[in-house]
């Protein structure tokens, strides 16, 4: 009897199983399927990673990771301590956007829909990668629309690559870079905001061209800053490569270039590939990649040295590197203990890459049990990551994983809505987190 039992049990699950795959082979699952939607958080997102990761040839069982470690980790809506409302507005991009974009970044793997979020007066501004601007306005936010179709605003701007948007007193700034023959230079444009048309002037340009190692340029994130009693933009640029800059190249930099003057100064280097920058005027964030691992979360003191490309908590990508100028340099093996070389060891360094994105901080109002707390955002994982540091921002207290599904690029607090507003670039949505009115 228990013989028969235990092949009853076998045949039930491997049926299944092969159930399960046929369904997801001829595509019966989608995100418009009533049936798909009426399944738990779990199965949509297992059902959405596995067919991802099949399409994009990566490692099945990598999304395991997620569902049978459940240490600490949380499925929308659920976090550690409530549960929140979490709903998604795909936006309704340029038919442009998608020809343009593989054109203007060399990504022939993915195409993802890229986008940045500023909030305005309660509207969201939505640049795309290939500087397109939009407006979403609030009563869409608040409405039960699941598609959204923004207002474009006329813009004279037409960068290879944007890298970040950011708004001070009334003005967009805009990060990008362009293409030199086989490098990039890094820019930052200013204009005016209003909703009809964006009259772009120059605010920095790169005399540089960084040679990068693949397909795009890092960095580009922007954070206000006040530096020597001088107003002006925390800029970082980014450097994937690992052949060593001299001190006085802007590559793999944090720079400070003030309002009135438009002077460069460089803060600090030693970086990577920064995808996040926080600064409130006392403290400095950074959120970088590591190669193969070792993304890292620093606190950023001016002049220090963070490491790259001596030291790294991640791993070299094979043997040899290719630069750009056909040549092949041996890679060098990381120093894990930054300190020993006299560099600046990271807050928190992820072994395991989770595609480090932007990080910010929530105000205590959102909720009691979040006090204090900051938000990072993850491509890789999929993922946001609840932190709480310590005192002095040397080490994290703890951190909570809430698994979402999709690629985070950008993250804001809306104040109007109470809520979170996320970039989820795989399918051009809007994640809106708001807490549910019992909590």
Known sequence: MIVKKKKFWILSITTIFIVFIVLLKFNIFSSADILFKKLPIKAQVLIRFVKKND????????????????????FIPETQFFDVNFNKKNIKFKNDFKDIYEKRTDNIRNFF???????????????????????????????????INPKIIKSNFSPYKTLDTFIYENKIFVSYSNKVENCYNFNIDYAEFNLKELNFSNFYRSSECSIQNYYQPHGGRMQFYTYNQEDGLLFAIGDNNDIPKSNNSIVGK??????????????????????????????????EHGPRGGDEINKINPDNNYGWPFASYGEPYGSKIYHSLNKFYDKPKYFKNHSEKNFSEPIFSFAKSIGISEIIKLPNNFSNFWENNFLLS???EQSLFRIKFGENFNKIMFYEK????????????????NGIILALEEKGELGIITKKKSN
Request: charged share 20%; no cysteine; aromatic share 18%.
């Open 402 to 417: 809430i698994f979402i599904g999709q690629r985070i690029r950008d993250i804001k607090y809306h104040n109007g809505l």
């Open 113 to 147: 829909y890229t986008f940045f979020i500023e909030i305005i007066d309660n509207d969201i501004l939505v640049t795309d990668y290939i500087g397109n601007f939009y407006i979403i306005a609030y009563t869409d936010l608040q409405s039960d629309k699941k598609i």
């Open 378 to 380: 993850s491509l890789w």
């Open 254 to 287: 944090i720079l400070f270039i003030d309002f009135k003057n438009k002077n460069q100064i460089i803060l600090s280097k030693g970086h990577r590939n920064i995808q996040g920058l926080f600064s409130d005027g006392k403290i400095i964030l950074s959120t």
């Open 55 to 74: 399409k994009y040839g990566n490692n099945f069982f990598h999304i395991f990771n997620n569902f049978f470690n459940d240490y600490n980790v949380k």
